[in-house]
C-alpha cells in the first residue's frame, strides 16, 4: 500500500533539535583523494529520536536548485562524491546516509528500515537545512524514495535522476540482493573485499584493479584496517520475501511514477541490470514521453554516475530544472 501525504508529513514533522551539529569536514578513505575542505558533515537527529548524518557540499547560500543524493538499499553518501563535488561547483549537494547505514545510528527497530521512513527522513533532513525543493539524484532505493516523494510532496521535487530503478523491478535482481542480504560477506582484507565485488556484481565489465578497489572502500568501512560491512544486517529482515518474489507479489510503483509527469526526469540504466528490464524502460517511456534515458554499457546495477557523459547529462536536467523555478 503507498504512503499516504499524513503518514510522511506527521514523521517529518516530529524531527526534534538535533543532540549535537558539526560542521567540520572529515576526511575519509574511499579509494580517492578527498581535500579536507570538501564537505561539511551534517548530524541531525529525527522523530524516533535516531541520530543521522549526511554530507553537505557546496556554498549553502547558492540561490541554484540544491541536490539530493539518495543512494542504494545498502549503501550511503560515500557513493555520490565524485558526482557531488563538480555539482557543487555552482551548488549545494546534500548527501544522506540512511537510519542503518554509514555514519547514521543504527535504528533498534529494524522495522523502521522502509522507504516510507527514510523519505520522511529525507524530508527532514531538507527542512532542518531550509531546503524547500530540491532536484534529487536517487539510486536503486533512493529512486522509489524519489517516486515517493513525488507522490507526497511533490513542490519538493523539481527534477530526478533514476540511477538504474523504475516502478517496476525484476525478479532477478531481487533474488540477487536478497542473497547478498542473507549472507553478508565478511572479507578478511581490502583485496578479499575487491575480489568479493567481482564476484557478486555481475555485469560490470573493463573495470580496472583501481576501479574495483576504489568500489570496495566505498562499499565496506575501514575497521582498524579489516573491510566490515557499512550497514545494519537487520536490515536483512526488511527485504521482501522469497515466496513474494518469486510469486510476482512485489509491489509496484507506476501510479507513483505517474506523479512525476511534470517533472524532469532522466533515467540511467546499466546495460547489463538485473533489476531494470529493457521492457520497464520501454513501458516508462511509453507512459511518459518527454522521458530522457541513457544506458550506460559495460554496467550492471547499479552506474556509478561517472561514466562518460552522465554528469553533463545530469547538469542538463538541473539546468532545465534551475530555468522553470
Known amino acids: 500500500m503507498p504512503p499516504t501525504r499524513e503518514a510522511v508529513a506527521f514523521a517529518a514533522s516530529r524531527t526534534r ?84 547505514r ?71 535482481g531481487l533474488l540477487r540482493i536478497r542473497g547478498y542480504l542473507q549472507y553478508a560477506p565478511s572479507p578478511a582484507h581490502w583485496d578479499d573485499a575487491r575480489d568479493i565485488l567481482q564476484k557478486s556484481n555481475p555485469g560490470f565489465h573493463n573495470l580496472s584493479e583501481a576501479e574495483w578497489t576504489a568500489f570496495a572502500r566505498r562499499t565496506f568501512r575501514d575497521a582498524r584496517g579489516v573491510p566490515k560491512i557499512d550497514f545494519d544486517p537487520n536490515l536483512g529482515r526488511t527485504f521482501v520475501s522469497y515466496d513474494d518474489i518469486v510469486y510476482g507479489r512485489v509491489p509496484t510503483l507506476w501510479s507513483q511514477f505517474a506523479a512525476m509527469n511534470a517533472i524532469p526526469a532522466l533515467v540511467v540504466r546499466g546495460e547489463n541490470s538485473d533489476l531494470l528490464s529493457v521492457g520497464t524502460v520501454e513501458k516508462m517511456r511509453r507512459l511518459r514521453r518527454n522521458l530522457d534515458v541513457i544506458t550506460v554499457p559495460g554496467r550492471g546495477h547499479a552506474p556509478f554516475l561517472t561514466e562518460d557523459g552522465i554528469l553533463d547529462a545530469i547538469e542538463k536536467l538541473i539546468a532545465k530544472a534551475d530555468t522553470h523555478r
Open 17 to 100: 533539535p538535533p543532540r549535537q551539529r558539526t560542521d567540520q569536514v572529515s576526511v575519509k578513505d574511499e579509494g580517492h583523494a578527498a581535500p579536507s575542505h570538501i564537505w561539511r558533515d551534517i548530524y541531525f537527529t529525527v522523530h524516533d529520536g535516531l541520530r543521522l548524518y549526511a554530507r553537505d557540499y557546496g556554498d549553502r547560500k547558492s540561490t541554484a536548485l540544491p541536490v539530493v543524493c539518495l543512494a542504494g538499499l545498502t549503501r550511503n553518501s560515500k557513493d555520490f562524491h565524485d558526482i557531488a563535488v563538480p555539482l557543487s561547483r555552482n551548488r549545494r549537494v546534500l548527501a544522506l546516509d540512511y537510519r542503518g
Open 102 to 172: 554509514g555514519l547514521s545510528e543504527h535504528a533498534s527497530d529494524w522495522t523502521s528500515y522502509n522507504p516510507i521512513v527514510e523519505l520522511a527522513d529525507t524530508l527532514a533532513l531538507m527542512a532542518r537545512e531550509g531546503v524547500e525543493e530540491a532536484a534529487v539524484i536517487g539510486t536503486s532505493r533512493g529512486g522509489l524514495i524519489a517516486m515517493l516523494m513525488a507522490a507526497v510532496r511533490p513542490t519538493a521535487l523539481k527534477a530526478v535522476v533514476l540511477n538504474d530503478i523504475g516502478p517496476e523491478i525484476s525478479t532477478e
